[in-house]
Nanobody, 122 residues
Framework: QVQLVESGGGSVQPGGSLKLSCAST?????MGWFRQAPGKAREAVAA???????RYIDSVKGRFTVSKDNAKNTLYLQMNSLKPEDTGMYYC???????????????????WGQGTQVTVSS
């Protein structure tokens, strides 16, 4: 069993930055970040799959950076140049397998955190 606890959310103005953290009881091969805006479906944002290149959705490329610290059992999401459309609940997720079906699919992930709210507004 893996337990995930997110932190670091908050309210910022457009153009601002936030760094989310996800403390895990143990690190998994495939771990990612998802978000859900009000009235919308949850969507993948970024993931680390093994030692391969980090994965991002197009709308956050160049602005968000996913990273991990295995010694601290923590996954991070550095978010820069935030936009109002980045507003939502952000969830950390860990897969029981290798995300071989696609890192962006919720069904690949077995463990979820409770979420941390990010609000971008002027």
């Amino acid at each position: 069993q893996v337990q995930l606890v997110e932190s670091g959310g908050g309210s910022v103005q457009p153009g601002g930055s936030l760094k989310l953290s996800c403390a895990s009881t143990r690190m998994k091969y495939c771990m990612g970040w998802f978000r859900q805006a009000p009235g919308k479906a949850r969507e993948a944002v970024a993931a680390i799959v093994g030692d391969g290149p980090k994965r991002y959705i197009d709308s956050v490329k160049g602005r968000f950076t996913v990273s991990k610290d295995n010694a601290k059992n923590t996954l991070y999401l550095q978010m820069n140049s935030l936009k109002p459309e980045d507003t939502g609940m952000y969830y950390c997720a860990a897969a029981g397998g290798f995300c071989s079906g696609g890192w962006w699919y919720e069904s690949e992930y077995n463990y979820w955190g409770q979420g941390t709210q990010v609000t971008v507004s002027s």
